[in-house]
T-cell receptor
Framework: EADIYQTPRYLVIGTGKKITLECSQTMGHDKMYWYQQDPGMELHLIHYSYGVNSTEKGDLSSESTVSRIRTEHFPLTLESARPSHTSQYLC?????????????FGPGTRLLVL | GDSVTQMEGPVTLSEEAFLTINCTYTATGYPSLFWYVQYPGEGLQLLLKATKADDKGSNKGFEATYRKETTSFHLEKGSVQVSDSAVYFCALSDQTGTASKLTFGTGTRLQVTL
């Protein structure tokens, strides 16, 4: 059973607000990822991290930013939310150099920006 | 680059029917292949995986065989249940990169009726 947590699970906010989506894992995994899932279900990688103090942009450009100050924590921040940011955000993690290892996913945060 | 092509949904089946969801891939290296399942309101869970040619992954009655000659990883189940209703994602992980990113298909929604 994967131990990866996301808070909040649901968030409704107004345009222009700053928000932070939390993601934590207790498995000691080096690699962590953020995905954006659109209503059509498709998953897009927006950020990832190799380990502490490492962050990279993903395949889909995003106005969000991330940080990795601790191994277990990988928060995502939107400085000024807009309706176009409405989506589901999924966090994932995996062990470092293990061939064939899976990514473990959190339950997701469903964001609605009004 | 790497890509995954997945059967379009939705797929609607009666309980106890046979299920096939087609998945083909393009990759430059020797990828690991995965099937993930997403139940309503949840994150993704690993259903099964295969890490080399001719491997068969299996779990909860689902099976998929890594076919390198046809670059396919089709998901099958002999008798579906209503509880199998979910979205299924085929994915690959190219092990040559250090990021170990997953490339997902677009997802196939399965609806099983009584």
């Amino acid at each position: 059973e994967a131990d990866i947590y996301q808070t909040p699970r649901y968030l409704v906010i107004g345009t222009g607000k700053k928000i932070t989506l939390e993601c934590s894992q207790t498995m000691g995994h080096d690699k962590m990822y953020w995905y954006q899932q659109d209503p059509g279900m498709e998953l897009h990688l927006i950020h990832y991290s190799y380990g502490v103090n490492s962050t990279e942009k993903g395949d889909l450009s995003s106005e969000s930013t991330v940080s990795r100050i601790r191994t277990e924590h990988f928060p995502l921040t939107l400085e000024s939310a807009r309706p176009s940011h409405t989506s589901q955000y999924l966090c994932a993690s995996r062990r470092g150099a293990v061939f064939g290892e899976t990514q473990y996913f959190g339950p997701g945060t469903r964001l609605l920006v009004l | 680059g790497d890509s995954v092509t997945q059967m379009e949904g939705p797929v609607t089946l009666s309980e106890e029917a046979f299920l096939t969801i087609n998945c083909t891939y393009t990759a430059t290296g020797y990828p690991s292949l995965f099937w993930y399942v997403q139940y309503p309101g949840e994150g993704l869970q690993l259903l099964l995986k295969a890490t080399k040619a001719d491997d068969k992954g299996s779990n909860k009655g689902f099976e998929a065989t890594y076919r390198k000659e046809t670059t396919s990883f089709h998901l099958e189940k002999g008798s579906v249940q209503v509880s199998d209703s979910a979205v299924y994602f085929c994915a690959l992980s190219d092990q040559t990169g250090t990021a170990s990113k997953l490339t997902f298909g677009t997802g196939t929604r399965l609806q099983v009726t009584l």
